[in-house]
């Protein structure tokens, strides 16, 4: 079974400044799916970047990009000139590509991201 | 577009009681899931489906039913409720496996045993 791990529960930015979440994950397959989703204190879970196991070329988003390392089984998250708005849990997920495991996400623990004024 | 609708938002239940969170996607996804989320622990499967007709357990089933007669709604039923599932309880929707796609998250469910 895949998991997923979040080693830091709390992190602080400066507005304007960039943090980086890390997410390492354990798996044996060689295809799947990564993700960040962030949930805000309204409770809502939203899709912030995806990544696909095949692709060399790390995900970007805007202010949001990825480091993708496949061999450490590493994946972690830069958010860029950090904004209020960015307060909120992120959690890091991987989505099997195996037919006999549907399409199941594993989270990780969550890291609640703290943006200082 | 409604995406995933879930109902209620909040609930407090006595220990034994029964009760079941509804969840309708509009999207025509085949996949859809429940979640528990609790501190510290991130979010965790109880049951999923593939399609109507279709389920099976997550990491954490006991205590809880799932059903799915129609692609659109997939309702999760606490069969008697005990106070270790105080959570808040997530419905998702996806495609099944044609690509990189993140799931629909409904805007979850607050639910005490008390």
């Known amino acids: 079974a895949q998991t997923v791990t979040q080693s830091q529960p709390e992190m602080s930015v400066q507005e304007a400044e960039t943090v980086t979440l890390s997410c390492t994950y354990d798996?044996?397959?060689?295809?799947?799916?990564l993700f960040w989703y962030k949930q805000p204190p309204s409770r809502q879970m939203i899709l912030v970047i995806r990544q696909e196991a095949y692709k060399q070329q790390n995900a970007t988003e805007n202010r949001f990009s990825v480091n993708f390392q496949k061999a450490a089984k590493s994946f972690s998250l830069k958010i860029s000139d950090s904004q209020l708005g960015d307060a909120a849990m992120y959690f890091c997920?991987?989505?099997?590509?195996?037919?006999?495991?549907?399409?199941?996400?594993?989270f990780g623990e969550g890291t609640q991201l703290t943006v200082n004024p | 577009n409604a995406g995933v609708t879930q109902t209620p938002k909040f609930q407090v239940l006595k220990t034994g009681q029964s009760m079941t969170l509804q969840c309708a996607q509009d999207?025509?996804?085949?996949?859809m899931s429940w979640y528990r989320q609790d501190p510290g622990m991130g979010l965790r499967l109880i049951h999923y489906?593939?399609?109507?007709?279709?389920?099976d357990q997550g990491e954490v089933p006991n205590g809880y039913n799932v059903s799915r007669s129609t692609t659109e709604d997939f309702p999760l039923r606490l069969l008697s409720a005990a106070p270790s599932q105080t959570s808040v309880y997530f419905c998702?929707?996806?495609?099944?496996?044609?690509?990189?796609?993140?799931?629909?998250f409904g805007s979850g469910t607050r639910l005490t045993v008390v």
């Open positions: 489906s593939v399609g109507a007709g279709i389920t």
């Open positions: 998702a929707s996806s495609y099944f496996d044609r690509g990189p796609y993140g799931y629909t």
């Open positions: 798996t044996s397959e060689s295809d799947y799916y």
């Open positions: 997920a991987y989505r099997t590509r195996r037919e006999t495991s549907g399409s199941r996400l594993t």
């Open positions: 999207m025509n996804h085949e996949y």
